[in-house]
């Protein structure tokens, strides 16, 4: 088990390049599953779960061909197995985004049913009524989910009981080479899900509505290769400005779409931040500035994301006045609080709410990560705590954030990796 090791108390300043999005790559890279042609896929991130979902692939018979930058080549041609194991599905619930692709392509798809997780129950039966919706029989024995559609799938007029991220991908993925035309109503609008829908259509496929709440595809017999570059990872950038902004210092983030962003930038500037935006990078200055307390509310895209409320929670912790964060997505998604309350932070729980009474500082401490965004928000409270702190169990982070301490050191922040 790793854990880093950090030092806390010194202003962040330098520049960043933001890396490939975490959520566009994964479900891009189930979609090569689509096409019996070569794809290749750029700009992946170096992260755990981007090795997970290719050994995935490969475990299916795909063929791989990485290229020295972490692109990969994709041969479509040679899957010979439709069943995703349990050993891989419990290491990354993203797995399920399999599930899809190989339905529409070979009529049939087994995927271990993904556990749950720290932040809640993660169900997928959104995914499963809209592939049955699609004429899928499905059942599930011994833990798997054993989908069939031998004659193929079929368009469906489907709307989505909620926003769901995953269940709107697979449903996309499924319903480009289904026969007629599907309908996702009340569909996500993430800007992974656009990327996702940009990818198909490099492919041939046939998709309109993509960033909007109804999305239509038109089925077509075939998908061929394409390359396709992934979106920068927004959330990874929004966790930097928050690491910055809560330790008053300055940053240039590189290769990022501040539209993104938009909302999480009107929070920091809120906030106190002086930010600057064009039209690939993020200036923001906090410099000898404590950061006044923002009330958060976390929603689907182009709400509050919920992938940065742990991040604001901890930029929270010692900011002038009370915060508020509520957490709508998840139900058990405040989780890290109790652990900065172990560094001295005034967080008290009610509901899905966090009141945060902000301090001027924390006091470093051992600390435990239970989930991704967790992990990096304790981080955060490492870099403003004084005296030193320990995350421990960062495989969690090592799933999402690329070389995280060396893009902190060259911050100028006192990090580093330790085994344990
Ligand atoms: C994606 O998860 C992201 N993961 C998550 O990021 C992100 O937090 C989440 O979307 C919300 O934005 C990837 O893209 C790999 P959902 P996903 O389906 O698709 C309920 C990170 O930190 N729901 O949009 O699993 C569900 O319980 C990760 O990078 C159903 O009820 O999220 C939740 O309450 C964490 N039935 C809500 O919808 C379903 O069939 C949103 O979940 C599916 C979902």
């Known amino acids: 088990m790793g854990s880093l090791l950090i030092r806390g108390g010194r202003p ?52 791989l061909t990485v290229d020295e930058r972490l692109g990969i080549e994709v041969d479509g041609s040679s899957v010979t197995n439709v069943r995703a194991p349990y050993e891989l599905v419990k290491t990354m619930r993203a797995s399920i985004l399999v599930l899809g692709p190989l339905l529409a392509r070979f ?29 899928a029989d499905i059942t599930i024995e011994e833990g798997y989910i054993k989908a069939k559609a031998p004659g193929g799938l079929r368009g469906a007029d489907i709307t989505l009981e909620t926003v769901t991220v995953g269940g709107t991908e697979n449903l996309l993925m499924a319903a480009t080479l289904a026969r007629g035309t599907t309908v996702l109503r009340n569909a996500a609008r993430e800007p992974e899900v656009v990327d996702l829908a940009q990818f198909l259509i490099a492919m041939g496929a046939k998709i309109s509505g993509q960033g909007s709440s109804t999305i239509e595809i038109e089925g077509v017999p075939a998908l061929q290769g394409c390359d396709y570059t992934v979106m920068p990872d927004r959330i990874e950038a929004g966790t930097y400005l928050v690491a910055v902004a809560a330790t008053g210092g300055k940053v240039r983030l590189e290769g990022v779409i501040p539209t993104h962003l938009a909302i999480v930038l009107d929070k920091l500037r809120e906030a106190g931040a002086d930010i600057s935006i064009e039209s690939d990078a993020i200036e923001l200055d906090m410099t000898g500035r404590r950061p006044s307390a ?24 010692i900011a002038e006045g009370v915060g508020r964060v509520t957490e709508t ?18 967080i008290q729980i009610e509901g899905n709410t966090a009141i945060v009474t902000g301090r001027p500082t924390l006091r470093g401490a051992p600390v435990m990560a239970s989930d991704l965004r ?47």
Do not use: W
Request: overall charge negative.
């Open 12 to 63: 962040l300043h330098g520049r960043l390049k933001v890396s490939g999005a975490k959520n566009a790559a994964l479900p891009i890279l189930a979609g090569t599953l689509l096409t019996p042609e070569t794809t290749r896929i750029h700009n992946l991130p170096h992260l755990h779960d981007i090795t997970t979902m290719m050994e995935l692939l490969g475990c299916l018979g795909v063929g």
């Open 294 to 317: 923002v009330a958060i509310t976390t929603a689907p895209y182009p709400g509050f994301p919920t992938d940065m409320q742990a991040q604001f929670t901890a930029l929270n912790t």
């Open 107 to 135: 009529g049939e798809a087994e995927v271990s049913f993904p556990g749950g997780c720290a932040i809640g129950s993660r169900p997928v039966d959104l995914h499963l009524k809209g592939l049955e919706a699609m004429g």
């Open 374 to 420: 967790a992990s990096a928000s304790l981080v955060i409270a490492g870099l403003v705590a004084s005296g030193e702190t320990v995350v421990d169990r960062i495989y969690h982070i090592d799933r999402g954030y690329e070389c995280i301490e060396e893009k902190l050191q060259s911050l100028g922040a006192d990090i580093r990796r330790q085994t344990s």
């Open 329 to 346: 997505v998840f139900e058990n998604r405040l989780i890290q609080t109790h652990e900065m309350n172990r560094m001295g932070a005034d």
